[in-house]
């Protein structure tokens, strides 16, 4: 059995940065980040064995620092926060900040703005809870909702794959002929190299490991970029759920993960499937 890994996988800058920044200041003095700062429970328990809370109620903190997840947050949940005399630190990428401000733009030029993303998302929720009327879509049935506007300007959620971005803002044109529809990418590039990288991986691989959080939406993006290439894809959280009957028969192993997974976890994935292929190798 051959394994090999993604070209791109794993973390990513924006999550690196965020992990410093909540380490550094927990090093110190008392933290909460408001919410998990990135979705993977092995960072996160990491970060309440150094003393940081997670807490996802800001009437609940009892720090004086406060933390803004890698997610970003709106100005609204900022000013609230400030405004209960925490001292407010922003753990976010600063891809998150620039759909932030792409968004803004586009409502500044009086456009109706669309957000194609997970409505319940924290990330979504971070661009919308400053706008009055708007849209989220993630689905056809989510654009034929759709009311006419004259002019929609549209964004992204930074974890979605660029081509079903790409086919929601064409669908959306076809929608409405007679509306002007302004499109700015704000999917972010790590996300579209995983996603291309994952997509190599995959046609190349009886079977393809992708590690990551359950709830995270770069995770799963993956997941089911995989799937469309692969027959048989499995995601894990760490190498504790592996099972070893699921790479029988298989010739090629890939592995890819999300982009708040940290490096040992994949390192620990890869050397027990690597450990399975010379125990097999020795039994033959």
Not at 33 to 62: D, F, K, P, Y
Not at 87 to 99: I, R, S
Request: proline content about 3%.
């Amino acid at each position: 059995m051959k394994v090999i890994r993604a070209t791109h996988l794993g973390m990513c800058f924006g999550v690196r940065d965020a992990i410093t920044l909540a380490t550094r200041e927990a090093d110190s003095h008392p933290v909460t980040i408001l919410g998990e700062l990135v979705h993977n429970e092995t960072v996160n328990q990491s970060l309440r064995a150094r003393g940081v809370t997670l807490e996802s109620q800001l009437e609940n903190v009892t720090t004086s620092t406060v933390i803004i997840t890698a997610h970003g947050a709106s100005r609204l949940a900022l000013s609230k926060a400030r405004a209960r005399g925490h001292d407010v630190l922003e753990a976010t990428c600063p891809l998150v900040h620039y759909a932030h401000r792409a968004l803004m733009e586009l409502v500044w030029d009086g456009l109706h703005p669309v957000i194609i993303g997970k409505r319940d998302h924290v990330e979504v929720r971070g661009m919308t809870e400053d706008l009055g009327d708007h849209d989220v879509v993630l689905t056809e049935e989510n654009v034929i909702a759709m009311k006419e506007r004259p002019r929609f300007g549209v964004v992204s959620q930074t974890t979605q794959p660029i081509d079903k971005v790409h086919a929601l803002v064409a669908l959306i044109r076809e929608r409405f002929p007679n509306s002007e529809v302004r499109f700015k990418d704000t999917v972010c590039q790590p996300t579209k190299q995983r996603q291309l990288a994952a997509v190599e991986l995959a046609k190349q691989c009886d079977i393809v490991v992708v590690v990551g959080g359950n709830n995270s939406n770069n995770t799963r993006e993956l997941t089911e970029t995989c799937s469309r290439h692969c027959s048989r894809v499995v995601q894990v959280q760490n190498s504790g759920e592996l099972r070893r009957h699921w790479f029988y028969n298989a010739e090629t192993v890939g592995i890819t993960a999300g982009t708040s997974t940290p490096d040992d976890i994949i390192d620990t994935i890869e050397s027990q499937l690597n450990a399975w292929t010379n125990e097999q190798q020795h039994v033959a």
